[in-house]
């Protein structure tokens, strides 16, 4: 997990994920889109704890959404990205570009 | 349609929390039913949520205590809880896997305790508390009566006649639906086939009053069973043995004597009544029968705002208003009572103690399976030192500490539960074989939810049990003599040793009482078979016939059993054949007899005897000696003087040491019953069973009274195997009567093993514990002895070199390895001694306080704890001093 301001690599896909689903996200569908697009096998509890995470850090913020009878009449959580939380994502990917430049891997070498 | 997982979702909701636990339980609801069931199909959409549920705890939780942490709460927040239990169990199954031969021993000893206690529960669940399936069936009652004046003690069967019936069900207000019942066996038949079924004939909607529907069709109404309707009700065991479960069966017939009956339903499983496989409607209504007809049987319910003490104190009033009615005619009704009691009760009260004891006896085993693991888990605590003071290092309070070895704990003894279950699957089945040749128990013995719920129960506490100690004594750990190289810290061990010598005394008192228990017991079979029967039951076929009064009169029944007879007799292989209506030890036939010459008026004061109709071959085919007179002769026919045959008993009670011969008894004071001469005394039998003195019986001969016997047992002695007659014998009856069958074959010694075979089982079940006990205590013993050697090697070098003997540091380590053993030799002979006398009921000829067993068992377990206690101290003994003193 991100030490202090930085991301650490789960909290920036799920940033970048509701990012992508434009304020529409929620917990499962989030989980569908990550799973989709890396491949990567995620439990929903994950999703969540980062989620939650992420918005005791202020980078996300959430509201109830609709609820409905299959839900039992709970009420869906929708996500959305904070300013912060867009810097934050800046940063970190600045960060990793900075590290990789001039760089240029070979898979089939060292 | 299938529903969400309820577990899965339970635990969801656990780890999550407040927070985000409704939004995500929320989403994975939608998913479920919206995306995942229709496109996966149940099963795999089910396992998909338990995937998720199971993936999402970790995660969720870790959350929860950053959350805590970052609030600087207390570790006291419910996340945290299961966190730690999680981590721990994670812990406690490395470390068993760690230790694993060490793991295996443990997990099998505790499966065993928990096995046996798991199969003596099924069995006591099973037979005792709940044999019946009906629902609320502790209000469901059955009324027991007594009539001090006939000599009859307190009895449901056969024991209240249609009067009474009627005076309880128009009176009684704190009972309803109440009916009766009488039973009697029938043959009928099914097309071409016939059999002899066990029938009760009722009067009353009975299915009401069990509270249960029939599993096929409809019970009788209340009217059809007064007027006689031609219906009836099939047992379920019936259908499915006789019928192949038959789902049409509803609306056939079969015959009874001549005329056909329509099924008009079937019991549901396991309605136990009695063993009645067959209910019938009685036909007449209960006012035909005289007052004094005691032959049925009654059952009710506790109606809904009285107890059974209502129940019991109406009744009072309502035996005392009839005798004040009625006594003076009927003495009988003198001080008579009328008790209501369970159904359950009713039936079960003689297994009660046996149960009990048994009970008991396998909680023993467990405790004693406790203290094994709670020794061996100290012995081998002296390896986890460094691992303990590693972690109180880092922060782990005592507390912490405890919970960690509890947990691990408790885990061994899930581990061992869930092996010591499938064990005990084993074991119920063998039990069930076992109880179903054993006629007139109800109730099935399985692993239902009940016993499931037991063995979970029993493993959490058996592991919290022997959890304890060690955790507690693991956990006092000083870190800086552990953590220097300084590891045999001289007063962890000592107290470590102590606990486990307090161990050992506690092994040994549980073993020494189950040993003196089951010693107790297998004295008393070994003397129950040593007693002599008074007859010879080897090679005695016996069979039971009853013939239907509608086709046999008395004269006909007479002819038909005197035909039976002499053919039987022209069988190859048959040496002697009789009939009795009881043989020994089936005795319920009992009549009060008068002297001749001692006049008595009031019947009350009459002796209680056996009575005994019976045949002139029935001696000769039982092999009963006769010490005076003569036995039934041809010339003892229908005309001639009416005669008896006493036996001693019989002749020392009624004609206190007088010659009987000559003398002349009949039954009561009734001006209008027969004399009876008596022309012959014979030898006592075991005819009240093989516990009991022999009681004073008399003999009359049935051809001299045939209108009072028409149910007989025949008596049919070989030179050959006796079942190999049977065909034959068949074919005889079949011959005189085709439709009339034959049942309840068996030999007379099978029917003498049967009566002691409650007490066979509980000293064959008790000494199996014992053995295992003992084996316990030994290996317990063994341990704690080595252990004692490990610790003391240092010290035992220093004395050896100091110029001790080697038969001198034996003899040091024997009597301190002893000195527990004493402590709890002791101690469990007091508590055998006390608990011997809660035995009393099943022992016999064998007071509790035998002190030939008890001098017996305690040798025993004094060599066993010797040779137990010899290897290590041999081991001590063959010390090299140098190494000794160099060990660490």
């Known amino acids: ?110 | 349609m299938i529903s969400s997982p309820r577990l899965a979702r339970w635990l969801v909701e656990r780890a999550a929390g407040r927070v985000h636990g409704p939004a995500l339980v929320g989403d994975l609801e939608e998913e479920f039913y919206d995306h995942i069931l229709p496109t996966r199909g149940p099963t795999r959409a089910v396992l998909w949520y338990w995937g998720q549920a199971l993936g999402s705890a970790g995660p969720l939780l870790l959350r929860r205590r950053e959350r805590a942490r970052s609030r600087k709460s207390s570790s006291q927040a419910k996340g945290d809880h299961m966190w730690m239990f999680l981590q721990d169990a994670r812990f406690s199954i490395r470390a068993i896997r760690k230790n694993l031969a060490f793991s295996v021993i443990l997990i099998t000893t505790l499966a065993l305790g928990i096995g046996a206690n798991t199969v003596l529960y099924s069995v006591v669940d099973g037979l005792v508390l709940h044999p019946f399936p009906f629902p609320d069936g502790d209000r469901l009652v059955t009324v027991g009566t007594e009539y001090p004046r006939l000599g009859t003690g307190l009895n449901f069967i056969e024991h209240m006649s249609p009067a009474e019936f009627t005076d309880i069900r128009d009176e009684a207000r704190s009972l309803q639906d109440i009916v009766a019942w009488d039973m009697g066996n029938r043959q009928v038949s099914f097309g071409e086939m016939s059999d002899n079924l066990f029938t009760g004939f009722w009067w009353g909607d009975a299915f009401q009053t069990i509270g249960m529907s029939p599993y096929l069709g409809r019970g009788m109404t209340a009217e059809e069973t007064v007027r006689g309707d031609a219906v009836a009700v099939l047992s379920h065991r019936i259908w499915q043995s006789r019928f192949g479960a038959d789902p049409q069966i509803i609306g056939k017939t079969f015959g009874l004597n001549g005329n056909p009956y329509e099924i008009v339903g079937i019991m549901p499983p396991r309605a136990e009544f009695s063993g009645m496989d067959l209910w019938m409607p009685m036909g007449v209504g209960p006012e035909v029968f005289p007052r004094q007809r005691r032959q049925f049987q009654v059952m009710a319910r506790i109606r809904d705002g009285f107890s059974l003490d209502q129940v019991n104190a109406e009744l009072e009033g309502l035996a005392r208003r009839t005798e004040l009615e009625y006594a003076r005619e009927m003495e009988e009704y003198a001080d008579w009572r009328m008790t209501a009691f369970t159904w359950t009760d009713a039936n079960v009260q003689s297994l009660k103690p046996a149960a009990y004891i048994l009970l008991g006896a396998v909680g023993f085993v467990l405790l004693l399976v406790c203290s094994n693991v709670a020794s061996l888990l100290l012995g081998r605590s002296a390896q986890r030192r460094q691992e303990m003071a590693v972690r109180v290092a880092m922060g782990a309070n005592r507390s912490r500490l405890v919970r960690q070895m509890l947990t691990e704990s408790v885990t061994l003894s899930i581990a061992g539960g869930l092996l010591g279950l499938g064990l005990a699957r084993l074991g119920t089945n063998a039990t069930a074989e076992i109880l179903s040749t054993l006629p007139f128990v109800s109730g099935t013995v399985e692993l239902n939810t009940r016993v499931l719920l037991f063995t979970a129960g029993v493993s959490v506490a058996a592991g919290v049990l022997f959890g304890l100690l060690p955790a507690l004594q693991n956990s006092a750990v000083s870190v800086q003599g552990t953590l220097k190289s300084e590891g045999a810290s001289v007063t962890g061990s000592r107290g470590r040793l102590g606990l486990q010598r307090v161990l050992v005394a506690v092994e040994v008192a549980l073993a020494l009482v189950l040993l003196v228990g089951g010693g107790l017991l297998i004295s008393s079979v070994a003397r129950l078979n040593a007693v002599d029967t008074g007859f010879q039951p080897e090679n005695v076929m016996t069979m039971r016939l009853t013939l239907p009064r509608e086709d046999y009169d008395a004269a006909a029944v007479s002819t038909f059993f005197q035909t039976l007879e002499e053919e039987v007799s022209a069988i190859p292989g048959v040496v002697a054949v009789g009939r009795g209506d009881q043989f020994p030890p089936i005795a319920f036939s009992f009549t009060r007899v008068a002297t001749e010459g001692l006049e008595v008026t009031d019947e009350g004061q009459l002796p209680v005897v056996l009575s005994t109709i019976a045949s002139p071959g029935y001696f000769e085919a039982l092999g009963i000696p006769f010490h005076r007179g003569r036995s039934f002769s041809d010339l003892d026919v229908e005309d001639a003087p009416m005669v008896a045959i006493v036996n001693e008993a019989a002749a020392e009670l009624l004609f206190e040491g007088q010659d009987p011969i000559g003398k002349r008894v009949r039954g009561g004071v009734d001006e209008d019953s027969p004399w009876f001469q008596v022309v012959g005394v014979a030898g006592n039998t075991v005819n009240v069973g093989p516990d009991q003195p022999p009681m004073a019986q008399v003999f009359l001969n049935h051809r001299q009274v045939p209108e009072w016997s028409n149910q007989m047992f025949l008596l049919v002695r070989t030179s050959v195997d006796p079942y190999s007659v049977v065909p034959a014998i068949r074919s005889t009856v079949r011959g005189i009567d085709a439709d009339q069958p034959v049942y309840r074959i068996q030999t007379a010694e099978e029917t003498l093993a049967r009566s002691t075979a409650s007490r066979r089982i509980a000293a064959t079940v008790l000494s199996i514990f014992a053995a295992f006990a003992l084996t316990l205590a030994a290996v317990g013993i063994f341990a704690v002895v080595s252990f004692s050697v490990g610790e003391r090697t240092r010290e035992i070098g220093l004395r050896m070199a100091l110029g001790a003997e080697a038969s001198q540091v034996r003899r040091l380590m024997i009597r301190q390895a002893l000195m527990p053993v004493v402590i709890g030799g002791v101690v469990g002979l007091g508590v055998a001694l006390l608990l011997g006398r809660l035995m009393g009921q099943l022992l016999f000829e064998v007071t509790g306080t035998d002190p030939v067993t008890l001098l017996t068992v305690t040798a025993l377990l004094a060599t066993v704890a010797l040779v137990a206690s010899y290897l290590p101290a041999m081991r001590a003994s063959r010390l090299d001093p140098i190494e000794a003193l160099r060990y660490d």
């Not at chain 1, 992508?20 to 889109?33: A, I, N, T």
């Not at chain 1, 980078?59 to 867009?86: I, M, N």
């Open chain 1, 1 to 110: 997990m991100g030490k202090g301001k930085f991301l650490g690599e789960f909290e920036q896909i799920v940033l970048l994920g509701v990012l992508r689903l434009k304020g529409d996200g929620y917990g499962m569908s989030l989980r569908r889109e990550i799973e989709r697009r890396t491949g990567r096998a995620v439990s929903i509890g994950a999703v969540y704890a980062t989620l939650d995470r992420l918005e005791t850090k202020g980078y996300v913020s959430s509201h109830d959404g609709e609820s409905a009878p299959v839900r039992g009449g709970r009420a869906r959580r929708l996500f959305q990205v904070e300013p912060a939380g867009t810097q934050a994502l800046q940063a970190s990917k600045d960060m990793l570009n900075r590290m990789w430049d001039g760089i240029e891997v070979d898979p089939r070498t060292a």
